[in-house]
Structure formats: structure tokens, C-alpha cells
């Protein structure tokens, strides 16, 4: 039985190896499902979990400087908002890989789905530390939970955004006039 790199050595065009993956009749069908007027809600909602969690770990850094409560105070609330906002866009997010083929066809989105996962657990728990007490709570679990989390996020929205601007994952192939 001859191998494929044998095939495709001296072959001809219809011999070439070709990609299972982005020769699938779905792969560039990757328009939102999850959409208001044709904005995918999952890209609306995203800006707020990412704001939110550079928020805490900013409230977390002035509650270090200057001692004030009103910081801390700040941190659990933006730590809270970061997580809550972000279930609903991982919810909205989660229900858009599963429906569209062509976004759950790609590597690349799986990437993305399990780093937002990871990235919730670490808001998750950033703001359930701080529950117990939150000015005694950023010294320094919480900082130190917040400058993960606002790491976690960077890596997450890269690869967020490199399946909208590489991809156009969530984009409408025929645009609005």
C-alpha cells in the first residue's frame, strides 16, 4: 500500500493532498446564528467581562497604593460584574460554536472556547475570594488573581480576535448597504 507522501510525490492534480477541514461544504458558512440586526451578541457582550477584569485588577492596584476601602470595595464589584457578564457572553458565545458548523469545524475556536473557560474560572474565583472580605482579600491573593485574570483575558481576546479578523468567524460575508 503505497503511502500518501508517495501519492503525492510525482502526482498529478487530482492526486494532491488535500484538507479535509477547509474542504468541508461548511467551512466558510461562518455568519452569526446569535445575532441582533446582524451583530453577533457574543461580540457586544464581550466588552464588558474585558473592561471589568482590567477594572479590578486597576482597583486593585490604587486600593494597594493608597489604602482607601473604597478600592477594594471597587475590586469586588468589578470582579463580580467581570464574571457574571462574562457567563452571559460564554453563554452566548457557547451556543454560537455549538450551532454554526463552521465555527465549530476549526481548531482555532476550540482554542478560544477553552481559554474563556479557564478564563471564567479565574474571575470566578477572583470574585469569590473577595466575597469572605474584600479589603483583606486583595493583599495579595486578589492582586495576585487580578493580574492573572487580566492575563488570561489578553490571551483570550487575541485568540478572540484572530478568528474574527484572520477567520471573520461571527461576520456577514454579504455586509449591509
Known amino acids: 500500500m503505497a503511502s500518501i507522501y508517495e501519492k503525492s510525490k510525482g502526482s498529478t492534480k487530482d492526486d494532491t493532498l488535500v484538507d479535509p477541514i477547509s474542504a468541508h461544504p461548511a467551512f466558510n ?17 464581550v466588552a464588558f467581562p474585558i ?27 468589578a470582579s463580580g460584574m467581570a464574571f457574571l457578564l462574562g457567563v452571559a457572553a460564554g453563554v452566548s458565545g457557547t451556543i454560537e460554536l455549538l450551532m454554526v458548523r463552521g465555527i465549530r469545524i476549526r481548531a482555532a475556536s476550540w482554542t478560544h472556547f477553552v481559554l474563556a473557560v479557564m478564563l471564567l474560572s ?12 474584600y ?14 485574570a487580566a492575563g488570561f483575558t489578553g490571551l483570550t481576546g487575541w485568540h ?9 468567524i461571527g461576520t456577514s460575508s454579504t455586509g449591509r448597504d
Not at 486600593?63 to 464589584?77: I, N, P, Q, S
Not at 479565574?122 to 472580605?133: E, F, M, S, V
Not at 493583599?139 to 493580574?147: A, D, E, I, K, V
Not at 478572540?160 to 471573520?168: E, M, S
Open 29 to 45: 458558512r461562518t455568519e452569526s446564528q446569535i445575532a441582533v440586526a446582524g451583530h453577533p451578541i457574543h461580540a457586544m457582550l
Open 135 to 148: 479589603e483583606q482579600a486583595v493583599l495579595p491573593w486578589g492582586l495576585m488573581l487580578s493580574l492573572f
Open 160 to 168: 478572540g480576535g484572530k478568528l474574527v479578523f484572520d477567520y471573520h
Open 51 to 77: 473592561a471589568l477584569a482590567m477594572c479590578t485588577l486597576g482597583a486593585d492596584g490604587f486600593y494597594w497604593w493608597t489604602g482607601d476601602v473604597f478600592w477594594a470595595r471597587a475590586a469586588l464589584w
Open 122 to 133: 479565574i474571575l470566578g474565583a477572583n470574585w469569590g475570594y473577595r466575597l469572605t472580605g
